[in-house]
């Protein structure tokens, strides 16, 4: 290490040490910076090679091939500077676009002060907030009800079963629709993934859980989130070399947690708004809007009335729901390092948030705390 770094790493060091809460000494957290273009490269590398968790390491419904990899640390506990150097290697996702993700899960199911978060579920590595701001424990990101939800490819609903691992039987049923409306390609007829096959995806999985499932919501957020998964499916999983999802691939990713054998990650940086095309032509293909089941269990749209907090909101009505799910003590009963990084997060999803037209003003958290 450079002498300069190292007096800059020892003072960032040092004054972190000082601020100490509730016998937690909070670590500042930071945006590093955006490596420098490599072109084409095969992940992994020989550093990082699978090796199947252990019974102590956290898993969860993301992020389980690059803690199976070494990308981020193999126990599922990462820091917010660890998960985006690992998705911006891993993928070649942008600096920003990792952060306002990796943002998003700190806020909700984060210690934002010793700057840890769990992958899977609750960790003896991570305490709750100083002072119990959000309760007693610090859950993962695999609990339901701010960031995850219902409706996923691949996990059932809480409310239905396994929320946190991997179904079998979901992603057979995913790939009934690959047989469907898939692309024919080198491993077969109808064996690479595309948009139609996404929107015959969604549409099974929002059938299937909404009939089953008598809680079942999508909120504005979660609406959101289970149509971006199109995305990464489609062009951030696709081998750069091929530019193809294929069958062995997704299947690699999804089933086995693994990065798959010669595979080649994007050679260009990852385009949000090449994302955000994907994410747009499937949502708008399937007539499903933000709601919940009533007590007869029939899907309700949720009300916008003229005057609602919604309808002020219009122009980012994600992004304030988001809000809706980060619990307001963040804000309110935060103080020091604490506060820091809270405000240091907030920032960033309103950056994020910021690129939709009329979407001018930030929102405080006003989600409910311990849940
Ligand atoms: C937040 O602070 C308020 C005012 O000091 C206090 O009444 C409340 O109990 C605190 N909430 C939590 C969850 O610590
Ligand atoms: C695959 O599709 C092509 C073009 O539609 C067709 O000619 C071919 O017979 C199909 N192959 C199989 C094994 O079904
Ligand atoms: C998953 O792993 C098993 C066992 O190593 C292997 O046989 C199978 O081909 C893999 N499947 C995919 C889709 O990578
Ligand atoms: C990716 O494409 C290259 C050819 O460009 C091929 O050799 C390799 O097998 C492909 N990888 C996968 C996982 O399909």
């Not at 994907?278 to 809007?289: C, K, L």
Request: hydrophobic share 40%; with cysteine; charged share 15%.
């Amino acid at each position: 290490m450079q002498p300069l770094r190292l007096l800059l790493a020892l003072f960032v060091a040092c004054a972190a040490a000082v601020d100490v809460q509730d016998g937690q000494t909070g670590v500042v957290m930071s945006l590093p910076p955006q490596p420098t273009a490599t072109g084409v490269k095969q992940i992994p590398d020989a550093a990082h090679p699978f090796i199947a968790p252990g019974a102590d390491d956290q898993r969860g419904p993301a992020m389980n091939t690059l803690a199976n990899h070494g990308y981020i640390p193999r126990n599922g506990i990462a820091s917010f500077e660890e998960i985006i150097n690992a998705i911006t290697e891993a993928f070649n996702i942008p600096v920003n676009m990792a952060a306002g993700m990796a943002a998003n899960n700190f806020l909700t199911r984060g210690n934002i002060f010793i700057n840890k978060i769990s992958i899977g579920g609750i960790s003896p590595l991570i305490p709750p907030l100083p002072g119990q701001i959000d309760g007693p424990e610090t859950q993962g990101i695999a609990k339901h009800g701010r960031g995850e939800g219902d409706a996923s490819m691949t996990r059932a609903d809480a409310f239905i079963g396994d929320n946190r691992n991997f179904q079998n039987i979901l992603y057979d049923m995913a790939l009934l629709q690959l047989g469907k409306f898939g692309d024919n390609g080198p491993e077969g007829n109808n064996t690479v993934f595309n948009i139609n096959t996404m929107i015959g995806i969604k549409k099974q999985s929002i059938a299937m859980d909404q009939a089953a499932n008598p809680q079942f919501t999508l909120n504005p957020a979660r609406h959101g989130a289970i149509f971006a998964d199109s995305g990464l499916i489609l062009n951030v999983f696709a081998n750069s070399t091929t530019k193809l999802s294929t069958l062995s691939i997704i299947g690699s990713f999804f089933r086995n947690q693994t990065f798959p054998q010669n595979w080649f990650r994007s050679a260009e940086l990852v385009n949000g708004a090449g994302l955000n095309a994907i994410t747009n032509a499937v949502r708008n293909a399937v007539p499903v809007p933000p709601g919940r089941n009533n007590a007869q269990g029939v899907y309700v749209p949720r009300p916008t009335s003229a005057g609602s907090l919604e309808q002020q909101h219009r122009a980012c009505t994600a992004y304030w729901d988001q809000n809706g799910h980060v619990p307001s003590t963040l804000v309110t009963n935060s103080t020091g390092v604490l506060r820091q990084n809270v405000d240091f997060l907030l920032d960033l999803l309103f950056t994020a948030a910021s690129a939709n037209p009329g979407c001018t003003e930030p929102v405080a958290p006003f989600g409910e705390p311990g849940i």
